[in-house]
């Protein structure tokens, strides 16, 4: 079992930046890749960026490339979702998910989902 906990969500002005965290306990942190995933209003769940256990290798949706970088602290059993260059698309609520088999784009391969914390750009 693995309990995920968002936090950072918030308010801001687009051209901002917010940080968002994903505090995981139950299994090894370190043995299971994580990802972020979004969803807007009236929209799917979709990817926004992935990394996997040791934090060698990330993937990110092409919406984001260029602006949002996600990181992990092992130590701390957090994930981070850095987020740059807001802009109001980027307006949804952000999940965490753990990946148990390693890392992936793939929304179906998430066994572990977090609650998740309200992002809201303005124009």
């Known amino acids: 079992q693995v309990q995920l906990v968002e936090s950072g969500g918030g308010l801001v002005q687009a051209g901002g930046s917010l940080r968002l965290s994903c505090a995981a306990s139950g299994r090894t942190f370190s043995t299971y890749g994580m990802g972020w995933f979004r969803q807007a209003p009236g929209k799917e769940r979709e990817f926004v960026a992935a990394?996997?256990?040791?934090?060698?290798?990330?993937f990110y949706a092409d919406s984001v490339k260029g602006r949002f970088t996600i990181s992990r602290d092992n130590a701390k059993n957090t994930v981070y979702l850095q987020m740059n260059s807001l802009k109001p698309e980027d307006t949804a609520v952000y999940y965490c998910?753990?990946?148990?088999?390693?890392?992936?784009?793939?929304?179906?391969?998430?066994?572990?989902w977090g609650k998740g914390t309200q992002v809201t750009v303005s124009s």
């Open positions: 990394i996997t256990w040791r934090g060698v290798n990330t």
């Open positions: 998910a753990a990946d148990l088999h390693g890392g992936s784009t793939n929304l179906g391969q998430y066994e572990y």
